[in-house]
Nanobody, 111 residues
Framework: QVDLVQSGGGWVQPGGSQTLSCAAS????????MGWYRQAPGKERDWVAI???????TYKDSVRGRFTIYRDNDGNAMYLQMNALEPDDPAVYSC?????WGQGTQVPAPP
């Protein structure tokens, strides 16, 4: 069993930036496909950014150029840097490593 623990999240002003983190109990993020997903209220969970074990990345059109997925060299953690946040970005963000999932992190809409 591998535990993925997320941190980060919380309210950010539109146009602002935030980094989500996902820490693994063992080094898995350089062993296979990993990614970030999000689920907005009333919608299904959808992928946002994917990285292969070799380091290739793919982004959803709506976040390309604004979000960056990356990992540390040891494969123990991965991150999602989110810039220029837009009104459609608020959601629960979840990390995935191989077959394991984080607990989810809320990025709420501005008040």
């Amino acid at each position: 069993q591998v535990d993925l623990v997320q941190s980060g999240g919380g309210w950010v002003q539109p146009g602002g930036s935030q980094t989500l983190s996902c820490a693994a109990s063992v080094s898995i993020f350089n062993a296979g496909v990993m990614g970030w997903y999000r689920q907005a209220p009333g919608k299904e969970r959808d992928w946002v950014a994917i990285m292969t074990g070799e380091g290739s990345t793919t982004y959803k059109d709506s976040v390309r150029g604004r979000f960056t997925i990356y990992r540390d060299n040891d494969g123990n953690a991965m991150y999602l840097q989110m810039n220029a946040l837009e009104p459609d970005d608020p959601a629960v963000y979840s990390c995935q490593g191989v077959v394991y999932w984080g607990q989810g992190t809320q990025v709420p809409a501005p008040p």
